[in-house]
Nanobody, 123 residues
Framework: QVQLVESGGGLVQAGGSLRLSCAAS????????MGWFRQAPGKEREFVAA????????YYLDSVKGRFTISRDNAKNTVYLLMNSLKPEDTAVYYC????????????????WGQGTQVTVSS
């Protein structure tokens, strides 16, 4: 099993920045592609970003490209999501998840999930 714990959420004004962290434990971190998803009230959970085990490839939701950056520190078993130029529509609970397969975008491809961290962007 993999345990994932997110941190770094909060309240920020539009145009501001936040960095989310997700600490993993329990299994070999480099066995997993790591992803970030988000879910706003009344909406389905959506893919935000993902990074391959050694960071060679990254993937983003179109609406966050150029504003968000996913990275990982395999020595610390941690994945990050740096979010710049935040917009009110980025408001959601953000989840990190681990994926032992090759797929990227669908939530059902991910095996383990964190508890989520709230990000609220005020206008």
């Amino acid at each position: 099993q993999v345990q994932l714990v997110e941190s770094g959420g909060g309240l920020v004004q539009a145009g501001g920045s936040l960095r989310l962290s997700c600490a993993a434990s329990g299994r070999t971190f480099t066995d997993y592609t790591m992803g970030w998803f988000r879910q706003a009230p009344g909406k389905e959970r959506e893919f935000v970003a993902a990074i391959r085990p050694y960071g060679g490839s990254t993937y983003y939701l179109d609406s966050v490209k150029g504003r968000f950056t996913i990275s990982r520190d395999n020595a610390k078993n941690t994945v990050y999501l740096l979010m710049n130029s935040l917009k009110p529509e980025d408001t959601a609970v953000y989840y990190c998840a681990s994926n032992s397969g090759y797929g990227i975008y669908g939530p059902t491809l991910y095996d383990y999930w964190g508890q989520g961290t709230q990000v609220t962007v005020s206008s």
